[in-house]
Structures are given as C-alpha cells and as structure tokens.
C-alpha cells in the first residue's frame, strides 16, 4: 500500500494446483510461446471454473500470508507471456517458427501481418482479482520487447519495429486494465538482457511507448529465469539495469536472492523504488525471517527505505504450494521486523 514502509508484493505466478496443471509436462516446454493445451488436466468445458477455483485460492494464500500488493496468480497462463502474445491478429501459430534452444526445440509465432489486439485480454483476469480481495491489486502482462523476441518477423522485417508494433498493442492493454481499476501494472522484460544491444537500442523507447497514457503505478520486472528451471550459476549482474533510469516507469523489479546480485547498481537508480527479489524460488526451502531481513538490508545503503519493497526473485510457478506460502509468511514478517525497526 502506499506510504507503507517495506510494502511486500509478488512478482507474477503462484504455484498452480496439480488438479489444474501437469507442471512435469510444463517444464519440458521450457516456456511455451505458442498455446499448450496439453498441459491442463481439466477438460475444456470445466477448465474456466477450475482456474476461477485455483485463482481464490492463490488469492487467499496470499492474503494470509500478509502480502500487501497481490496478484491473480496467473492461474489461467501456460507461460507468463503466450496468453497475451497468442491473442492477437497478425500471428500464424499453425506453421510456427522451430527454435534451436540446446536439446530443446522451441515453436513460435510468427508475425505475418500487422499487430491488433483484437479485444481485452486480461481484463477479465483483473476483474475476477479485484472482486475477490480488498488488497492493492498487480497485473502482469509481457513486455513489448520480450514479446519481439519470442516471435519470428516474417513481416516487419526490423527489430526495432517489430518492438514498436508490440509496444502499441500492449499499451492498449495496459489502458484498458487502469481503465479496469489495476493498482500496479507490470511488464515482464526479462529479454532486455538477453540483447543488451537492442535494449540500448530502443528498449527504453518501447516500454515507454507500452506505458504511454497510463497513470497508474507502473513496474518493470527483470529476471534471469525461473529458479527451479534455470541453472543456479547466474549472472551477478543485469547487462542492462541503469538504463531504466531513463523510462516512465515508476518501479524496477529484480531478482537478488539467487543470483547474489551487487545492488550496488541501485545507485542510479534513485528516481525508482526497487521490488527488490530476496526469496530464493530454486527450491522449496522455507527461509526464516532473519535470513530475508538480511537480504533487504543489504539493499538500504543503495536505496532508501521508503522506497524499497521486499519480494520473491520471480514468479512461484514451479514452487509447492505450502513452500510458497511459507516463503512469503517469512517475507511479510522479515518486512515486519524492518517495519518497527525504522518505523
């Protein structure tokens, strides 16, 4: 909540429920850019209330878990960013593009005409959140330049462009979710540092155009990977961080946990309060409170309190329900300690 010293949030998924989701089957698909049925254990005809059911209950968890700022949990996503990516005009899914990804292949979208958004997406989503919590309310959608960068051009034949053309569809969303009474909208970029020289390029350019007009409390969020499926030997620094000084945006989410990040960098950053990533998502390991207390301080030479706000590295997708919820009833009560500490 606003004006709330180390205001605790999430950063995206909860842990879907086995009745919901074969996450064995997920994982193999490393993170789906085109739709994956497969996956659901639910037949079609019951999967809209399943998901309804699962998103209570990852609302509940949160709630008692004391987390200030919440989301749906994205229970209705195969991946963070397919559910929007896929629901747009202009993509061929039926003859996708096959990435080489190690042993892995990886099927596309491509783009083969221009980029509309045919209608809302997750604005249902926000509605369904909203009515079922009296909690500030975060709504995750992909951002403009990780979105160019799991599709294939087979039209705008330019990066830059191609980024552009996402960043005006998903600023129409973002739009229409302030419209729909969103607290905090946040994009997903974690593509800015995997092409370091495009972010320089026009990655500011694009989020800026994707945030165009909305008023809200604005994040991006910057990761190396969910923690369960990535390697633990991650890098101890973004390739591009500083840069976001530049943007409109209001908040920069980063993962510090895992990778033991040098939060030195936060010094450039002083006009952004920082959702600073300080639970550990590549295990089910329940951190004590001392423990997450010390990852935050180590943030507040570099950021001010007030504008520091305690999470986990990423979203919890591929956690245990239970660990989930133990790692952020630890998180709330490390902010706690904090709270009376420099309250």
Not at 69 to 92: A, K, P, Q, V, W
Not at 110 to 127: A, I, M, N, T
Not at 166 to 185: M, R, S, T
Request: hydrophobic share 45%; aromatic share 8%.
């Amino acid at each position: 909540m606003p004006g709330k010293l180390f205001s605790t949030t999430v950063v995206g998924s909860y842990p879907q429920p086995a009745w919901l989701v074969d996450s064995e089957a997920l994982k193999a698909l490393v993170v789906p850019r085109v739709r994956a049925p497969q996956v659901w254990r639910v037949a079609p005809e019951y999967l809209l209330e399943a998901q309804n059911d699962a998103t209570i209950l990852a609302i509940r968890d949160q709630e008692q878990a004391g987390i200030d700022t919440i989301t749906d949990g994205e229970m209705r996503r195969e991946s963070y960013s397919n559910r929007f990516g896929t629901s747009l005009d202009g993509i061929d899914m039926e003859q996708p593009f096959i990435r080489e990804l190690g042993e892995f292949r990886i099927p596309m979208p491509r783009v083969v005409g221009p980029l509309v958004r045919p209608g809302p997406v997750e604005v249902e989503d926000l509605q369904f959140l909203r009515a079922h919590t009296s909690r500030r309310s975060k709504i995750t959608l992909p951002g403009p330049f990780t979105l160019s960068k799991q599709a294939k051009d087979d039209y705008y034949h330019d990066a830059e462009a191609v980024a552009m053309a996402y960043a005006a569809v998903v600023n129409a969303e973002a739009l229409d979710l302030q419209a729909a009474g969103a607290d905090v909208i946040q994009l997903d970029e974690p593509w800015l540092r995997d092409d370091p020289d495009g972010a320089n390029s026009y990655g500011v350019k694009a989020i800026n155009r994707a945030l165009e007009g909305v008023t809200c409390t604005t994040c991006i969020h910057l990761c190396f990977g969910y923690g369960f499926v990535v390697s633990k030997d991650k890098p101890k620094a973004y390739a591009f961080l500083e840069q976001l000084a530049d943007c409109v945006v209001d908040q920069i989410s980063v993962e510090a946990a895992q990778p033991h990040l040098d939060l030195g960098v936060f010094r450039g950053l002083t006009n952004k309060a920082i959702v600073l990533g300080v639970v550990d998502l590549s295990n089910n390991d329940i951190e004590s409170a001392e423990v997450l207390s010390h990852r935050i301080r180590r943030a507040l030479p570099f950021v001010a309190a007030e504008r520091l706000i305690p999470a986990p590295d990423c979203g919890m997708k591929y956690l245990s329900r239970a660990a989930a919820i133990g790692k952020l009833t630890a998180l709330t009560a490390a902010a706690a300690q904090l709270r009376q500490e420099f309250g």
